[in-house]
């Protein structure tokens, strides 16, 4: 599979607004590519991102992701297939907080119906990729902001996602765990993840990732990847 995600023509308009929040859009994102989404607020960066996780259907077009056309799948088929191979991360982490750093992690790959026993060792290569075995038995509440954005990235890699979907993940970081998720990131599209990163942070975008699209009004004002088709 070359594409990991590719959208034809798709637009999103919501109930009460008169222009689409989105698009319309063509796009493709190839295996292996880092793709930084950037854009002012209310540029549809989110909406983009919701497109392609499956949380939102577009208006019009046709979304296909990890080659699975998704935008027809029904509810229950769209959570199976997001748990499956999509892994996603968010500003404010999402994570159980009555739930150990390893039981966060391991959570949904047991939700895949992966053994105990592999998912622990999965959570545990992860942790030690990612510099937080030291926490494995911790609770999230205890662990930095920047600690705990690498749980809800072990978390979100644990099923060995073919696209990693990261929403402003330093959103809400002091300046020093901000600049560890980037180096995380980095790490992660070096080591080949596919990675979709929403961002308004321009510093972010140009450390991590390998393409840069700008949003302005819902169409891409600039791709720096127009030119390329690998
Ligand atoms: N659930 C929604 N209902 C109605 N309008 C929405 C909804 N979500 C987003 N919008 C609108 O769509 C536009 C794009 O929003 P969004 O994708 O969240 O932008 P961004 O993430 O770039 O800040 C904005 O004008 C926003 O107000
Ligand atoms: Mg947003």
Redesign the pocket.
Known sequence: MHQVIELEGVA?R????DAP??GPLTLSVAKGEALAVT????????????LVAGL?KPTSGAVTVAGRRIDQLSEHALARFRREHIGMAFQFFNLLDDLTVTDNIQLPAQLTGTSRRSAAARAGELMEMLGIQKHARAYPGRLSGGERQRVAVARALVNRPALLLA?EPTGALDTSSGHDVRDLLTDLHRAGQTIVL?T?DLTLAQACASRTLH?VD?HVALDSHARAVR
């Open positions: 999103k919501y109930d009460s607004a929040a989105l854009g002012p607020s209310g540029s549809g960066k989110s909406t983009l991102l919701n939102d929403d929403v308004h949003l819902g």
